[in-house]
């Protein structure tokens, strides 16, 4: 089962971080930290297909859930990241309904939608797990294992989100604060009473339908205030953050 959703089935709080600096060397190392998913940036990192792999490939044998976030919603940047192996999808700045049924309709099998079949690595080209499953069988298989998960990012999608959420094909909802702020008008002020009343509406929205969420920080400070508030995982920075902040510190706290 995706590590993810049986962390939540399991009622356990996820924690991960994105992926920007690129290599799967960095992916391993991120293994040894107790970190549960990584998110492998192609929208501002980068990565592309292959790269992605790449990285899947080190997560996987880490033991951590890759997730990728996409560049932008087209078929080939929904299909080939999923046909790689990646357990789930971000994507980002969706704006409308609309958006994310064409979303659906590139990355479920069908009858949920009229993602493209092929015997890819995710199935180790169709003699692994679910490949001797009849097709069906194999369809619905991987409609559960591989995640859907829109950004809201926007207050486009802010606006739509319980219609948004409410759809078959959704997974979960992934809250990037920093482009909500600004869109919101209110940019980096993420404790203002507006903003956290949007953060409650997208968590009401997503408990009301079943679905997961996940919010973005830079504060290593909040992300118990999130787990409290009702998210389900937080992202917390990125590698090339983290790793920066944590020799700063070092070197500044040196005597020479």
Known sequence: MNKLKQMIQENKKAIGTFVELG???????????????II???EH??????SSLECIRAAESAGLAPLCRVREIARPAVLKLLDQGAA????????????VKKLIEFGKYAPIGKRGFSGSRKDRWSFGHPGSLPLQEQMDYWNQETLLIPQCETTGCLEHIEEITALDGVDGIFVGPFDLSISMGMPGDFKNPEMLAAFERILSACRAAGKFSIIFT????WIDDYY?????????????????????????????
Not at 218 to 221: E, F
Request: hydrophobic content about 45%; aromatic content about 8%; proline content about 3%.
């Open 40 to 42: 492998i940036d192609n």
């Open 218 to 221: 830079a504060n290593a400070d």
């Open 23 to 37: 290599g799967a060397n960095v992916v391993e190392a991120l293994g040894q930290t107790g970190l549960d998913f």
């Open 88 to 99: 789930g999808l971000i994507v980002p700045y969706i704006e409308t309904v609309d958006q």
């Open 228 to 256: 409290r508030m009702g998210f389900d995982m937080v992202t917390y920075g990125m590698d090339a953050s983290v790793m920066i902040d944590g020799f700063r510190t070092l070197v500044n706290g040196l005597h020479r």
């Open 45 to 50: 990192g980068p990565f592309d297909v292959e």
